[in-house]
């Protein structure tokens, strides 16, 4: 409960066990223009591809990520099936039943096997399915660039030019989502380095090293 910059105000809910806090020791990324992005989690550590591709011998051998990663999956898939693991969701026929929502897993999965089809897996799928229609297509910069030239007014077309030119922001925010494809060091510590108890029991033993950055 509660906020704080680094976490400082944060108090455990006295009604949940520390096992059951569900804190996270790194924020995540935006939800927005993820089909752009290969790897997933802060450090890029969640994805078999792009930056990860042939680095297999160096992923940690007793890490909870690598098994999802050996999966050969894109950096979305595996975040969520991560994410659900860690964040004890449950993906079974009975509940899915009961919300309703077996249809539409036999809808989106007629070819994966009836004994595959409700799992952790595929519900990580659709999850990331959905992640990748959240785009910002609609922003007036993307409707200029589609030939409506109305769609930004002459302040904004002036701070692209700065953008695009004088400012160097495109030396660095070049993708087609405008962001690096890429991941920097930006010099701020993962909240459970920060010594608020909610991370400290949380996290510990949970720790994401970022161990295969290549070059
Ligand atoms: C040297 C490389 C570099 C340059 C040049 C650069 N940026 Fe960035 N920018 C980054 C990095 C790295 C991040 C991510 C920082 C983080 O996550 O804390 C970032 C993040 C951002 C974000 C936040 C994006 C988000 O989704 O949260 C904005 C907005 C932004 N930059 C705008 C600009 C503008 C405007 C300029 C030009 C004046 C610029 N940047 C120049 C590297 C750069």
Redesign the pocket.
């Given at each position: 409960m509660g906020f704080g910059h680094l976490g400082e105000g944060r108090l455990k809910n006295s009604s949940y066990e520390s096992s059951q806090v569900d804190a996270q020791g790194a924020r995540p990324?935006?939800t927005?223009?993820h089909a752009c992005v290969r790897n997933a989690l802060?450090s890029g550590a969640f994805g078999s591809f792009a930056m990860n591709t042939d680095t297999r011998e160096i992923w940690g051998k007793a890490d909870p990520l690598t098994d999802i990663n050996l999966k050969n999956l894109e950096g979305l898939e595996a975040n969520n099936h991560r994410a659900l693991i860690v964040h004890r969701q449950e993906i079974k026929k009975e509940l899915l039943d009961y919300l309703g929502y077996s249809m539409m897993f036999d809808e989106a999965f007629p070819e994966i096997d009836p004994k595959e089809r409700y799992t952790l897996q595929t519900g990580a799928n659709a999850i990331a399915a959905y992640f990748r229609t959240i785009f910002t297509n609609q922003a007036p910069f993307q409707l200029w660039l589609k030939g409506n030239k109305d769609a930004m007014t002459e302040q904004q077309k002036r701070?692209a030019e700065?953008?695009f030119g004088k400012?160097?922001?495109?030396?660095?925010?070049n993708s087609a989502s405008?962001?690096?494809q890429?991941?920097?060091a930006?010099g701020?510590k993962d909240l459970d380095m920060n010594g608020y108890e909610v991370f400290k029991p949380m996290m510990a033993g949970l720790r994401v090293v970022p161990f295969y950055f290549k070059g």
């Open positions: 990324l935006p927005i223009n802060w701070g700065l953008f400012a160097g922001c495109v030396n660095c925010h405008l962001n690096g890429r991941f920097a930006v701020v």
